[in-house]
């Protein structure tokens, strides 16, 4: 698998906002998967986009793809305090159980 | 049951110790990861293990020493740690099936602490 770089590397937002993260990649990917880390602990799997998908939806998070310019959004709507986390990217390259590759991550932060 | 679990919590250990993390996960995963993650840093792969064999090693010093005795469980053992081995150690399992990539459900992590 291969980096991916998020940006920005922080955001600060006041709640009911909605928050929008980016990563970059290099080279073509099979998938794009998002994850959350809460205050270092475990990550929790948010969404899988798949090469040949565009946008994918899960609650109120909407995952976009855009593999001509190698880049995935990912968009909070109507943010809520647990929402602060660290959100990584991971893109992938290969095929099956390789293990994932995480950029520095975008540490979201919402606002009362 | 979607849960991966980790033990211990937390773990303080001496350099001359050995000590086992332990993962397990009753979801019929067949692929298990250990990963390491500093403080404000991202999660670095450690080790893969594929239907309980070995399959990635991301350069890992010997002082770590994983093993999958079946399935269900995955350890990491450790010996003659350094205390810049201090960090947090992250379990995750997945599906393994032909060749897809799927998505992982990580533990809560063992935090460690090298003195």
């Known amino acids: 698998s291969q980096q991916g770089e998020e940006d920005p590397q922080a955001l600060s937002i006041q709640e009911g906002e909605n928050a929008t993260m980016n990563c970059s990649y290099k080279t073509s990917i099979n998938n794009l998967q998002w994850y959350r880390q809460n205050s270092g602990r475990g990550l929790v799997h948010l969404i899988l986009i798949r090469s040949n998908e565009r946008e994918k939806h899960s609650g109120r998070l909407r995952v976009t793809l855009d593999t001509s310019k190698k880049s995935s959004s990912l968009l909070i709507t109507a943010s809520r305090a647990a929402d602060t986390a660290s959100y990584f990217c991971a893109p992938y390259s290969g095929g099956g159980a390789d293990g994932l590759t995480f950029g520095k991550g975008t540490h979201l932060i919402i606002q009362p | 049951d979607t849960e991966v679990t980790q033990t211990p919590k937390h773990l303080v250990m001496g350099m001359t110790n050995k000590k086992s993390l332990k993962c397990e996960q009753h979801m019929g995963h067949r692929a298990m990861y250990w990963y390491k993650q500093k403080a404000k840093k991202p999660p670095e792969l450690m080790f893969v293990y594929s239907y309980e064999k070995l399959s990635i090693n991301e350069s890992v010093p010997s002082r770590f020493s994983p093993e999958c005795p079946n399935s269900s469980l995955l350890n990491l053992h450790l010996h003659a740690l350094q205390p810049e081995d201090s960090a947090l150690y992250l379990c995750?399992?997945?599906?393994?099936?032909?060749?897809?990539?799927?998505?992982?459900?990580f533990g809560p992590g063992t935090r460690l602490t090298v003195t």
């Open positions: 995750a399992s997945s599906q393994a099936l032909g060749g897809r990539t799927y998505e992982q459900y």
